[in-house]
């Protein structure tokens, strides 16, 4: 007897053993379910579109530039590029080159004489000692000196070249001490009020192009305009300048880059999906369609692209429902719970 009670236990613990075996096992068997967001396919029009590249920069209206109005040497620079000037603050200090100091201080000096001689010839004809014609020359004199000396458009102790609008400063590369010629841009003034586009452009593309045309801005998404495409190709890019005016108001500041989509051709009608939708195994796109709780894998075939949409030629058809996160972990056929 004392036998039999002893194996009592030890068959209860291999039953309550087996029991929790079989549970592990049920729990094993459970099909994974993984969480996904989903969206629609729908019907659109997508038109085929290339990306342009290109920059902000001042329009016709909205630039002004400081020249060197004689040979000068750069003084001091008091607000370099990229600085916020009011109208009338100053931008760069000159003062004449060597051989502008000598030109300068001869035309100064033959000013003065010439004034000096048509106020003589003034005196003279009061008192009537000289014609009306001799104090005519003497005017002319007078006037063409005054004009060489304005030319140089500063004094023999420089110039303050000033912001004519208030902007920012571009295009600034002089350096104190660099010397200039008469007539060299040296700063820009960027007022910001008119700003332009510009996009470069393959030259055999450029022929599909016309004022008017609309060309979508990425980021800050908007639609630009087509306002005139250059004729020739830049000699250092061997690219076609595509200019668009930029709408006032549009989060967009001079010298920063921006790219666009340029349509081309007719958009045709068909399946459109969120590019987020399509996924690629070793260039063969494919997409996870949610049918009765199951993501299943799908091949297509996709088309043309606009923004955060793209087209789909074949493989799927309006209705159906797509994942467009949490497809990273999926295998076809796997249960998914929409968020």
């Given amino acids: 007897m004392k036998q039999i009670f002893a194996l009592i236990p030890l068959a209860l613990l291999a039953a309550c053993g087996g029991a929790a075996a079989d549970d592990e096992a049920g729990a094993k068997k459970e099909d994974p379910t993984a969480a996904v967001r989903t969206a629609v396919a729908g019907m659109g029009a997508i038109g085929a579109q290339t990306p342009i590249y290109g920059t902000v920069e001042p329009g016709p209206g909205g630039e002004f530039s400081l020249v060197t109005p004689a040979e000068a040497v750069v003084e001091h620079i008091l607000a370099p590029n990229g600085t916020q000037v009011a109208a009338g603050?100053?931008?760069?200090?000159?003062?004449?080159?060597?051989?502008?100091?000598?030109?300068?201080?001869?035309?100064?000096?033959?000013?003065?004489?010439?004034?000096?001689?048509?106020?003589?010839?003034?005196?003279?004809?009061?008192?009537?000692?000289?014609?009306?014609?001799?104090?005519?020359?003497?005017?002319?004199?007078?006037?063409?000196?005054?004009?060489?000396?304005?030319?140089?458009?500063?004094?023999?102790?420089?110039?303050?070249?000033?912001?004519?609008?208030?902007?920012?400063?571009?295009?600034?590369?002089?350096?104190?001490?660099?010397?200039?010629?008469?007539?060299?841009?040296?700063?820009?003034?960027?007022?910001?009020?008119?700003?332009?586009?510009?996009?470069?452009?393959?030259?055999?593309?450029?022929?599909?192009?016309?004022?008017?045309?609309?060309?979508?801005?990425?980021?800050?998404?908007?639609?630009?305009?087509?306002?005139?495409?250059?004729?020739?190709?830049?000699?250092?890019?061997?690219?076609?300048?595509?200019?668009?005016?930029?709408?006032?108001?549009?989060?967009?500041?001079?010298?920063?880059?921006?790219?666009?989509?340029?349509?081309?051709?007719?958009?045709?009608?068909?399946?459109?999906?969120?590019?987020?939708?399509?996924?690629?195994?070793?260039?063969?796109s494919y997409v996870f369609v949610v049918r009765g709780g199951q993501a299943h894998r799908q091949d297509v075939l996709p088309g043309n692209s606009s923004g955060e949409t793209i087209q789909i030629i074949k493989g799927l058809a309006p209705g159906d429902r797509l994942v467009i996160e949490g497809a990273s972990g999926l295998d076809d056929g796997m249960k998914v719970r929409e968020q």
């Fill in 89 to 284: 603050q100053a931008i760069v200090v000159l003062k004449p080159s060597r051989a502008s100091a000598g030109d300068l201080a001869k035309a100064s000096s033959d000013a003065a004489a010439s004034g000096a001689a048509y106020q003589r010839a003034q005196r003279l004809r009061a008192q009537g000692l000289v014609s009306d014609a001799d104090v005519e020359t003497a005017r002319a004199a007078a006037q063409a000196a005054q004009a060489a000396l304005a030319r140089f458009g500063m004094g023999t102790g420089g110039l303050t070249l000033r912001a004519p609008h208030a902007g920012v400063v571009q295009k600034l590369t002089a350096r104190a001490g660099d010397q200039l010629a008469a007539g060299a841009l040296l700063a820009s003034v960027a007022t910001g009020h008119d700003l332009q586009a510009r996009f470069g452009v393959d030259p055999a593309l450029a022929r599909q192009i016309h004022p008017g045309q609309t060309l979508s801005l990425a980021n800050p998404r908007a639609g630009l305009t087509v306002s005139g495409v250059d004729s020739q190709p830049d000699p250092a890019t061997h690219q076609i300048s595509l200019y668009a005016r930029v709408p006032a108001g549009l989060a967009l500041v001079s010298g920063q880059t921006i790219t666009a989509a340029l349509g081309l051709g007719h958009a045709e009608q068909g399946v459109s999906i969120p590019y987020a939708a399509l996924l690629d195994d070793g260039g063969k």
